[in-house]
């Protein structure tokens, strides 16, 4: 949380009159008029930034004798909106604990989440985090209760302040919600439960929930930990390793040397030397001596596809991929498809998936990868991968919004 945004925060809702807090309080709750009379000094200086001036006449309702419950209040909120203008968070925090801190009796309902609000927000950039889950759980009372960003700094709140219980439990109901109102979750519901499944030791539904993270929110550093997960997946087939290898090198990617040997390694085993040569690049090992002679015979193997079932034609199709031969891998695995036969049937739209998505047709691409019925359970996490990198690219704006 930035000091600018507590400014903007603390200008739009922070600052005003004594007179007028004090005609919406309770008549058992009225300001003291020697407070209230140097209250709304101070708010004539805070209307033209006259902070020292402001603090003066804050000055004077502090030395007013016997303050009640209530007029220490006004004096904290006023004191705090001060030092936030002064840009003095930390004084702010000092004022705004303070004010929150007061018997809530002492504090008009209509109030209640003026000054629960700030105080969460301050302590919250304090780093004070059982203030902050106090505060926190003291907001989300107050009526009508917060939503939207404000429900979501809450519930971070709590969560950090070491109840799980509680914080997962309102983000569940809150992506339940949003799934219902066909809405994206909020990016920090679904950060809380999968932290919380992470502390819990739940890597299966840790993995489920940063999936859901990566379908809607599209962030890097989600995609980095999916991906490495994934790399140690068991299951994991010797053409799915290579199938993660291409969609790292879609998306310009940072491969690591260890994933880079291993992918690598794997496509020279599977005579897919295109890929090999494409990974070793970036830290893989030398495509197999064998690329060369391979190379040559594509127009004759090519050729022959006509003759062969789909085994042939799928495989061929793999190999074209790796080349980069885009059209030809198509045709290929188009010609598979028509011949049946193919050990793995999703193979053939595996590879017209991919390679739709090389050659920029994120929305075809995203529309085959939906219709992938793959082996088993860590081959299906690749496919669904590639999906939501296709789906980002044919809609990066939905994709990346928060």
């Known amino acids: 949380m930035t000091s600018k945004f507590l400014i903007a925060m603390a200008s739009a809702s922070l600052l005003f009159g004594a007179s007028a807090m004090a005609a919406d309080a309770p008549k058992a709750l009225k300001i003291t008029h020697a407070i209230g009379v140097a209250l709304t000094d101070a708010q004539k200086a805070i209307g033209i930034k006259d902070y020292p001036a402001a603090l003066a006449a804050l000055e004077k309702a502090k030395a007013v004798s016997s303050p009640t419950p209530y007029d220490t209040l006004m004096i904290n909120r006023f004191a705090m909106g001060i030092h936030v203008g002064m840009n003095d968070l930390a004084a702010a925090d000092v004022d705004a604990e303070a004010a929150a801190d007061t018997d809530p009796s002492q504090i008009p309902d209509a109030d209640k989440a003026a000054v629960y609000k700030p105080a969460l927000q301050l302590a919250v950039n304090a780093k004070h985090p059982d203030k902050a889950m106090k505060y926190a759980k003291l907001y989300l009372a107050t009526t009508p209760p917060p939503t939207g960003q404000d ?94 290898g291409r969609l790292m090198l879609q998306q310009g990617r940072e491969i690591s040397a260890s994933d880079a040997q291993l992918i690598g390694t794997t ?112 081959s299906a996490r690749v496919v669904r991968l590639w999906g939501y990198f296709a789906k980002s690219k044919a809609s990066p704006a939905t994709a990346a919004a928060k």
Request: glycine residues 8%; aromatic residues 6%.
């Open 151 to 244: 429900l979501a700094l809450a519930n971070m709140a709590i969560f950090n302040g070491g109840d799980l219980a509680t914080a997962t439990s309102l983000a569940q109901k809150n992506i339940d919600a949003a799934t219902a109102a066909g809405q994206k979750p909020s990016i920090s519901d679904l950060q809380i439960i999968m932290n919380a499944q992470v502390k819990q030791n739940d890597q299966v539904g840790a993995q489920k929930t940063m999936e859901l993270l990566i379908a809607n929110y599209n962030q890097p550093q989600d995609w980095n930990t999916i991906l490495s997960v994934s790399m140690t997946t068991r299951g994991m087939r010797e053409l799915d390793y290579v199938y993660l």
């Open 267 to 378: 496509a020279n085993k599977m005579a897919l030397y295109g890929d090999a040569e494409a990974l070793q690049k970036v830290g893989g090992p030398p495509a197999d001596a064998r690329e060369v002679a391979d190379k040559k015979s594509i127009p004759a193997q090519i050729a022959a596809g006509a003759k062969q079932n789909g085994e042939y034609n799928v495989k061929l199709a793999e190999v074209l991929y790796g080349y980069g031969m885009f059209p030809e891998a198509i045709t290929a695995a188009q010609l598979a498809k028509t011949k049946g036969g193919a050990s793995d049937p999703a193979e053939a739209d595996m590879v017209i998936g991919m390679t739709q998505a090389a050659t920029g047709k994120y929305a075809e691409a995203a529309a085959t990868f939906s219709g992938i019925q793959p082996p088993n359970p860590a």
